[in-house]
């Protein structure tokens, strides 16, 4: 077993954390097997880590794989910026060299900021999505990944036909879903402005027939949201997804910022997940997610970087982004650890297997460097966030191996 004295912050609901200090945190076989105050005897072999806290490994709940290379840029506003710049990157993903080396530097920067479970779109082709896919695998990280679908209103470089999008996608999911208990395939229909109601439909209906995750955009921009409307004929764009099927406890969508109540009613009885994006919704001038009225309905809430539009992989400081997004609610230290770590497992339905340091669950595992042992108070936590510039990550464990190490 290995053995680490250290310090441990750990997630218990949104609005506690316990703070352990001088703590013995061991695992094997990828499991957390151990953990208890630091004795003189019995912990004579463990690794000494003082000058260190550990907390469980972060989670980015929505992120793009294939725009790492175009972040930083500058466009203020959602369709202008994928038409200018986020496009032509994707499609670059065509090239498989292009995208094997995509790849390798967005997971070796995904462990460097500390996350271990991430939710990934990938590039409009078969072959770009299994690269990341064979890459996720090998690296051994934790990982959803759907290849993205658009079969409507999009460049002619990137439009998929309709039957070889669902073919692809099935084909992905049939060969990678249970491939590896860290590796799962997630079904990826862009935004319903790229998406043909057939398109919808048929994912819908193949991911519940398998139990499958499926991912989407919502309601990021009034724009978007103004076309959506006016394409399907449908009251809102919520109602498109419920319409469509695409709804339920296994849908993750991004951003849902623009929303009525009624709406959030839809999202609330399907129990659909919602990745926030805060750095993405000031890059792109969104709006604020309305996080106050989502919590009064007892939604799962994840956050996220939206690489490109954010441009951080830091989930700790999309933290701080998700704080500064609000302009009246105080988001506690303890409530935005809660949706970088258990909170997001719970949006998952991953919360026994990770999110929180405890015995039993997978050795998923974030180690970051203190600048002095003193600094382990009820500040901490607080100063991981809004300070995390200075906290460098020293080490990324994922189901025990250690997948980043400074
Ligand atoms: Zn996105």
């Not at 933290?319 to 609610?329: N, P, V």
Request: charged share 20%; aromatic share 10%.
């Amino acid at each position: 077993m290995i053995k680490i004295r250290t310090n441990l912050i750990n997630p218990i609901s949104p609005d506690e954390v316990q703070l352990f200090k001088d703590y013995v945190l061991g695992y094997d076989d990828g499991i957390i097997k151990l953990i208890r105050p630091y004795d003189p005897e019995r912990d004579k072999d463990s690794e000494p880590a003082l000058d260190s806290v550990i907390i469980p490994g972060l989670v980015d709940l929505h992120t793009h794989l294939s725009q790492y290379r175009a972040r930083a840029s500058y466009q203020p506003s959602l369709l202008p910026w994928l038409y200018e710049h986020i496009f032509p990157a994707e499609a670059r993903s065509k090239d498989p060299d292009y995208a094997r080396a995509t790849s390798a530097a967005f997971f070796k920067a995904l462990f460097a900021a500390g996350t271990t479970t991430a939710v990934i779109y990938t590039a409009p082709f078969k072959q770009a999505c299994e690269i990341a896919l064979d890459t996720a695998l090998q690296l051994g990280a934790r990982v959803l990944i759907g290849m993205t679908m658009m079969d409507a209103n999009s460049p002619d470089y990137l439009i998929q036909k309709t039957a070889q999008a669902l073919d692809d996608s099935f084909d992905l999911f049939e060969r990678y879903n249970a491939k590896d208990s860290r590796i799962g395939y997630i079904f990826s229909p862009r935004f319903a402005l790229s998406c043909s109601a057939d398109l919808m439909k048929q994912t819908a209906d193949f991911a519940h027939r398998h139990d499958a995750y499926i991912q989407s955009h919502l309601s990021e921009n009034e724009d978007e949201v103004a076309q959506v409307k006016e394409i399907f004929g449908k009251p809102t764009y919520t109602q498109v997804y419920e319409d469509f099927g695409l709804l339920g406890p296994k849908t993750i969508l991004g951003h849902a910022i623009h929303l009525s109540e009624t709406e959030m009613d839809i999202l609330a009885h399907t129990n659909t997940a919602i990745a926030h994006c805060p750095e993405s919704n000031f890059f792109l001038k969104s709006g604020e997610f309305p996080f106050a009225a989502l919590l009064d309905m007892s939604l799962r809430i994840g956050l996220a970087s939206d690489v490109a539009a954010g441009n951080s992989l830091s989930m700790l400081q999309q933290a701080k982004f998700a704080s500064y997004r609000q302009s009246s609610l105080s988001l506690t230290p303890q409530r935005l650890f809660w949706h970088l770590t258990l909170g997001a497992a719970k949006a998952l339905g991953w919360q026994d297997r990770i999110g929180s340091l405890q015995i039993g669950k997978e050795a998923d595992l974030c180690q970051i460097k203190l600048k002095a042992p003193h600094e382990v108070n009820e500040q901490l936590l607080s100063a991981l966030i809004y300070l995390n510039e200075e906290f460098p990550i020293s080490r990324t464990i994922i189901h025990g191996n250690t997948v980043f190490q400074s």
